[in-house]
Every structure is written in C-alpha cells, then in structure tokens.
C-alpha cells in the first residue's frame, strides 16, 4: 500500500450504473470539505470495457483530484480492493453507486472522531424507490436498516461498505475477500475479521445518505433472494469443521424453518405483510441450511456486482 499523502480517499467500486455513478458523483461535489482538508476520489470500474469512463471524466473537473481504474476480474471484492490499494488517504471513505452523499457526509463524520475514540464510522443508508412496483412493499417494514444513537460501538456483522469511514491503517495486511465477491458480504466479513483484531467501529447517525432502490428490488421476489443471501453468508462466515457445532447449527435452523413454515396460516390471517415478514425469517434459515449442506450460491452472477 502506497504511503498516505491526502487526508482522505473516498472509494467507490461500480459496474454498469452509470445513471447512479453520475448522480453519486455530483453528490460528492456539493459535500462540504473543511478548509485545509485534502479529498480525492476513486472510481474503480468493474466493467472490462470501461464503461464507466465516460461519466467519470465529465465530472474530472469538478471533482479534484479524481482518479479512474479499471479492474477487468469480475469480482467487487476485486474492485473494492484495487481502490484500497490505489488510495493515498490516511482515512478510507466507502460510498456504493446506488447511493448518494448528503452534503454533511464528511463532516459528520468528522466531528464524530473528534468525540469518540474509535477506528471507523459507519452511518444511516435509507432507502428511496425509483419507482413503485409493489406498493404495499413500505420502505420502513422492509427496506430500513436499524440505526443506533452517534457513538454507539457496532457489533460484530453490522459493518459494511454502503457508508463507513475507516483508519487506512487497518487494511495493512488485510482485504476484501473475492471468495464472497459473488454472493455478497465480503465487506462483512473484512469488518467482522478487523473487529476481532481488537478495531473499534462506531455508528454515527448524522453522517447519512441515500440508497435509490431500482425497480427490480421493490419485489417480493428480491427480498426473499436477499434474505436467503443474507442467512447463506453468515454461516460461510462462521463455517467449522466441528462435526457437534455443525449438528447444533443445522438441527436449530430446520427447526426454526418448520416453525416458521407451521405458523405461516395463522401469520396469513394478520395480513400479507406480517406474511411476508415471517417468510423471510424462513429464507434466512434456508440460507443457512443451503450453506451447510455445502451448497453453492451466487447473488451477484457475471453480469453485475
């Protein structure tokens, strides 16, 4: 890793969004910079062909300095470590290209360390839809994410990309890993690895931006998908050879996926969202199961990531 020159490096890997990454970009130019301050901006495209270029070097200008690359592997974890590797801040700031950047962002966070000792932030990404396809699908049953009090310490497996800002020293030795590049979750897994390191992460909830949700995702069909991701990656993260642990996990998750699949008529009679929340939790337990049994699984296939 190069030696730290600038006081921060905002990293942001994309693929084929370039309605999103022009909008995340425009963002981060109306972000407020204290004086004095050094920024930069890294654009890591996971398209081979470069797709991204041409969004990024219309914004060049306005956001300076602003440096693009081109990981040609397939793989966000790929992506996401290329950025790391290429940054010259002495503090890494993850952004997605769904997202944009209140204009407080960095500040936030900012005066955030200034009041916590601490390694790393991470702050609120809420939810917008594009557009309305599932209209009893609401933002704040299904689509929020728990948020905690500024200067709360994060638990294990809360941690992830979508809005952090991290000590760069932190990555030395350690990075995204590509094995979870396909089904999601590497950032967890980097986080939940530097947690255990002895790092301490901290929420803070002024440092907030916005997550625009595409069509597709306002589906039943998607949270379930990410649901059971969501049960999959946890235990490949806590994957053991211990044959007892691994009786335990298995007996606990189809006992829980009977439960829940028993309950499921009585659930129906309290309306489709309350439905619709126990059969997520059943995903997850599915997830779970799948990962077990050493099957395979994959959110994110060759055309996305």
């Given at each position: 890793?190069?030696?730290?020159?600038?006081?921060?490096?905002?990293?942001?890997?994309?693929f084929?969004?370039?309605?999103?990454?022009?909008?995340?970009?425009?963002?981060?130019?109306?972000?407020?910079?204290?004086?004095?301050l050094?920024?930069?901006?890294?654009?890591?495209?996971n398209?081979?062909?470069?797709?991204?270029?041409?969004?990024?070097?219309?914004r060049?200008?306005?956001?300076?300095?602003?440096r693009?690359f081109?990981e040609?592997r397939q793989?966000i974890a790929?992506?996401?470590n290329?950025?790391?590797e290429s940054?010259?801040?002495?503090?890494?700031?993850?952004?997605?290209?769904d997202?944009?950047?209140?204009?407080?962002?960095?500040?936030?966070y900012?005066?955030?360390?200034?009041?916590y000792?601490?390694d790393?932030g991470?702050?609120p990404?809420?939810?917008?839809?594009?557009?309305?396809?599932?209209?009893?699908?609401d933002?704040?049953?299904?689509?929020?994410s728990?948020?905690?009090?500024?200067?709360?310490?994060?638990?294990?497996?809360?941690?992830?990309?979508?809005?952090?800002?991290?000590?760069?020293?932190?990555?030395?030795?350690?990075?995204?890993?590509?094995?979870?590049?396909?089904t999601?979750?590497?950032?967890?897994?980097?986080?939940?690895?530097?947690?255990?390191?002895?790092?301490?992460?901290?929420?803070?909830?002024?440092?907030q931006?916005i997550?625009?949700?595409?069509?597709?995702r306002?589906?039943?069909?998607?949270?379930?998908?990410r649901?059971?991701r969501?049960?999959f990656?946890?235990?490949?993260?806590?994957r053991t050879p211990?044959?007892g642990?691994?009786?335990?996990r298995?007996?606990?998750?189809?006992?829980?996926?009977?439960?829940?699949?028993?309950?499921?008529?009585l659930?129906?009679?309290r309306?489709?969202?309350?439905?619709l929340r126990l059969?997520l939790?059943?995903?997850?337990?599915?997830?779970?199961?799948?990962s077990?049994f050493?099957r395979?699984?994959e959110?994110?296939?060759?055309a996305?990531t």
């Open positions: 890793m190069e030696t730290a020159s600038l006081d921060v490096s905002i990293c942001i890997a994309t084929r969004r370039p309605i999103g990454l022009a909008r995340l970009l425009d963002s981060l130019v109306r972000i407020k910079v204290p004086a004095g050094e920024v930069e901006v890294l654009v890591v495209d398209d081979v062909h470069g797709s991204a270029s041409t969004v990024a070097e219309a060049s200008d306005a956001l300076h300095p602003l693009y081109v040609p793989n790929h992506a996401r290329l950025a790391v940054a010259r801040g002495r503090w890494l700031m993850f952004i997605d290209d997202e944009v950047a209140d204009e407080n962002w960095l500040l936030a900012l005066e955030m360390f200034d009041r000792e601490c790393g991470f702050g990404v809420i939810s917008r839809l594009e557009e309305v396809v599932t209209p009893w699908l933002i704040p049953t299904f689509y929020s728990h948020r905690h009090i500024t200067g709360t310490v994060l638990r294990k497996g809360e941690p992830r990309t979508g809005n952090a800002m991290i000590r760069r020293t932190l990555f030395e030795g350690r990075r995204f890993d590509p094995a979870y590049g396909r999601g979750g590497s950032d967890a897994q980097l986080f939940s690895a530097m947690g255990a390191a002895g790092a301490r992460f901290v929420w803070c909830d002024e440092a931006i997550e625009y949700l595409p069509p597709d306002h589906r039943v069909g998607w949270l379930a998908k649901s059971f969501g049960g990656v946890h235990t490949q993260m806590k211990d044959l642990d691994f009786a335990a298995t007996a606990r998750a189809t006992f829980l996926l009977c439960t829940f699949t028993l309950l499921s008529p659930v129906a009679m309306g489709r969202r309350a439905l059969g939790r059943a995903c997850v337990q599915a997830g779970h199961l799948w077990l050493g395979s699984f959110e994110y296939g060759p996305s």
